[in-house]
């Protein structure tokens, strides 16, 4: 039988069977940076770069390696909420910084490698909203979880007990749910 | 049948008191996922008077009246945001902005180019009237 629990390695996530990773909107823009910048999609690694460490982009290409090799992923995907691309669309100047243009933004949408998923905005994530905080105690301040941020939490949390959530918001740590589950990168 | 968009604050007083506020309503009501999913966070804030009990009940309400064909609250799924979040070749700018609300954003991708054909104009219309006067 497949060990199911998530293993903490060495103070590090390590990925376990079907593990997605679901990113947030500064992620996901990082994420598309180095994806064009590094033409991923004939077939060159993720590299570490910008908020993207070295961990981080080891599981990025390990779940893209899985893919390829057999069409069928046991490393589960990438994910990020529709809700992020909207995100980034509305922030888009900020968000590439001239990483990567409109239309390879667009391209990506409209057909995203096998091993990412667009995940929905869906009632799936009503009860998650629900057992999110809405507030956290950080660096000995009481500070506000706001919808947006929460939604991509929710995202993650929909998207099985095992899922990774890769976040530039360090705030989310102290957040019991995601205990050993964030790959928070600053 | 008189289509409604379905607001907030509809949703709102639905979770706070229960089934009365749903008698005489019989109007199709459109509205979108991020106005549903707004109700937990007004309701961790302290902003809505529930008991947890009537969190459940107003959920299953809401569900109740999706299931009998009287609610339709639009989710934002791949083909949605592929249909929506461009005009030609750019970005939609009515979407695309940060001079609105996150949630307003959701709203007007979900309900702007949905292929149905009770995405009446009037729909669109009440939308951004109620969202000026919410926001």
């Known amino acids: 039988m497949r060990i199911l629990l998530m293993k903490w390695k060495n103070g590090m996530t390590v990925l376990n069977d079907y593990t997605d990773i679901v990113l947030d909107t500064n992620i996901l823009s990082d994420f598309l940076a180095i994806y064009f910048e590094n033409s991923i999609s004939i077939g060159e690694k993720f590299v570490s770069k910008y908020r993207v460490n070295n961990d981080f ?64 905005v869906s009632s799936d994530l009503f009860f998650e909203l629900y057992r999110l905080p809405s507030h956290v105690l950080f660096k000995e301040e009481k500070q506000t979880i706001e919808w947006a941020d929460a939604i991509h939490c929710a995202t993650a949390l929909i998207r099985g007990n095992r899922s990774l959530f890769a976040t530039s918001d360090s705030r989310l740590n102290v957040i019991q749910i995601f205990n050993h589950r964030l790959l928070c990168i600053t | ?41 007004m309701y961790k ?82 939308m951004e009237e109620w969202y000026d006067s919410a926001e």
């Not at chain 2, 709102?12 to 106005?35: A, Y």
């Not at chain 2, 009998?68 to 005009?87: P, V």
């Open chain 1, 57 to 120: 982009a080891s599981k990025i290409n390990t779940i893209i390696l899985d893919h390829i090799n057999d069409g069928i992923s046991k490393y589960g995907k990438i994910v990020a909420s529709n809700f992020a691309f909207i995100e980034l669309a509305r922030r888009f100047d900020e968000c590439s910084s001239g990483r990567f243009t409109v239309d390879q933004f667009r391209a990506f949408i409209d057909s995203p490698p096998e091993w990412f998923v667009l995940e929905s």
């Open chain 2, 1 to 41: 049948m008189e289509y409604k968009f379905l607001t907030y604050s509809f949703l709102e007083r639905i979770f706070e008191n229960g089934e009365k506020e749903l008698v005489g309503k019989e109007n199709f009501h459109i509205g979108s996922i991020s106005d549903f999913l707004y109700v937990p966070e």
């Open chain 2, 45 to 126: 804030k302290g902003q809505l008077n529930l008991s947890p009990s009537s969190f459940t009940i107003g959920h299953e309400l809401i569900n109740d009246k999706i299931n009998s064909g009287l609610f339709y609250l639009q989710e934002l799924d791949h083909e949605l945001l592929k249909a929506n979040l461009f005009n030609d070749s750019d970005l939609d700018l009515s979407i695309a902005t940060d001079k609105i609300s996150p949630r307003r954003s959701i709203t007007r991708t979900v309900l702007k180019l949905s292929p149905n054909s009770f995405w009446d104009e009037n729909i669109i219309d009440e």
